[in-house]
């Protein structure tokens, strides 16, 4: 990626340069997302949640509004930091977010089946270390691109650098172990690879080589094959492993094309799993039908897209990597999500942004946003609005 001379700066480091007001449309689009999200959450938990909760019909609701109301203050509150902030404490996120990522090992607790993703805390609320190092890889990479930014093109600094970080966090994502996330941090690691400078050669080279390690861990983790297999075929198990996926169908063949009216769903009775969590965008094409579905994806591309829009407006190299990695990563979250609810492809666990529950997850998420629109504060205006912001001579 090439920068204009004029560009070169490192503003992120330069505290002294006045900021303006964030991003409107941005955080419109985000604060409309995620209320449409908690409404979501409502409308496909009530069902579990009165049956497993001993009658708290709103028990899954309660704590997501917490979720998202504290959520958006944290937003708000990461907006207010010049990234220059960011920047200087990266490599600790990093360092610590590795460290979570081992205790998870030890003291983690899951689902069962020898899955470990969660640290429970004192009180019971869970953290999901792996949420924390898809931001870390983000802010760290950023940094790295910048400081190598003349030798990107060799194997020296443009991959081994970036490989060592990619392996240590995937060694410790695969142990739990959580593909969906490996898979993410590595796409996104890429990504910001590529932008920074790396040479196509080396990508090629990659895949070939994660093809291969993909290859040994289906054979070191059975259930991998077996998702692949019920991926391809999902109704020859209905009573198995193809159960989650073929309700997920049903519900969405089943909303047609207005769908069936906001809480009217039949699967989240108890039928599809996951309703309120990885598989809530099926509920979405039930109630709301294939209009609301799409509507619903064409919000996520108008904020997708205005990301990328502050990213290309960013004054700094920093700046822009940030914002491009923040934006990539949202955008594969949801393409990745509605591909396992449609199965499109194998079924794994993937959280859809803003709608999916859970505390973590949503609340990193909205810090992401923040970080967004923090450097959103710091991109220059244009000359007439410089012009409207002289002092006018009498």
């Known amino acids: 990626m090439e920068y204009p001379e004029s560009r070169l700066r490192d503003y ?11 991003d409107v449309p941005f955080a419109a689009l985000t604060i409309l997302l995620l209320t449409i999200g908690v409404i979501m959450v409502l409308s496909a938990s009530y069902v579990r949640a009165y049956y497993t909760e001993n009658g708290n019909a709103t028990y899954y609701f309660t704590r997501q509004l917490i979720f998202a109301v504290s959520g958006v203050i944290i937003m708000f509150f990461a907006s207010k930091f010049p990234i ?21 090992l030890i ?11 969660w640290i429970q805390l004192p009180g019971g609320q869970t953290i999901q270390p792996s949420e924390f190092a898809k931001l870390a890889v983000i802010l760290v990479f950023a ?11 060799t194997f020296k600094y ?14 410790l994502l695969v142990l739990e172990p959580h593909m969906s996330a490996t898979i993410i941090i590595f796409g996104i690691g890429a990504v910001m690879m590529f932008v920074g400078g790396t040479r196509l050669f080396w990508f090629v080279a990659g895949i070939g080589v994660l093809g291969g390690a993909f ?14 297999q019920t991926w391809q075929d999902p109704f020859s198990n209905l009573q198995g ?7 997920s169908l049903y519900a969405i063949g089943s909303g047609g094309m207005f769908g069936l009216g906001l809480g009217q769903s039949r699967q989240k009775n108890l039928y599809l799993p996951e309703e309120h969590n990885d598989f809530i965008f099926a509920v979405v094409c039930e109630e709301l039908g294939f209009v609301g579905a799409v509507i ?23 700046s822009f990597l940030v914002a491009t990695g923040i934006s990539t990563l949202l955008a594969m979250q949801v393409i990745l999500n509605v591909a396992v609810v449609t199965n499109t492809i194998p079924c794994t666990g993937i959280s859809l942004p803003f709608f999916s529950y859970g505390g973590t997850a949503l609340w990193i998420e909205l810090a992401e946003m923040g970080i967004l629109l923090s450097i959103s504060r710091d991109i220059p205006t244009t000359p007439a609005e410089r012009k409207k912001k002289k002092p006018s001579k009498v």
Do not use: E
């Open 84 to 104: 220059s902030l960011y920047r200087r404490f990266c490599y600790p996120l990093l360092l610590g977010t590795i460290v979570l990522l081992m205790l998870v």
């Open 158 to 171: 443009g991959i081994v650098p970036f490989a060592v970080i990619l392996g240590v966090l995937g060694v």
């Open 215 to 228: 290859l040994i861990i289906t054979k070191v983790f059975p259930y991998m094959s077996t998702r692949i």
């Open 12 to 22: 992120s480091t330069d505290a002294s340069i006045g900021r303006g007001a964030l």
């Open 296 to 318: 619903i994806l064409i919000l996520f591309a108008l904020l997708i897209t205005r990301g990328y829009w502050i990213a290309m407006h960013c004054r700094d190299r920093y």
């Open 241 to 247: 492993d193809g159960y989650q996926i073929v309700q």
């Open 107 to 117: 003291i983690g607790v899951g689902t069962g089946s020898g899955v470990r993703r």
């Open 143 to 153: 940094d790295m691109i910048c400081r190598f930014r003349n030798n990107m093109g």
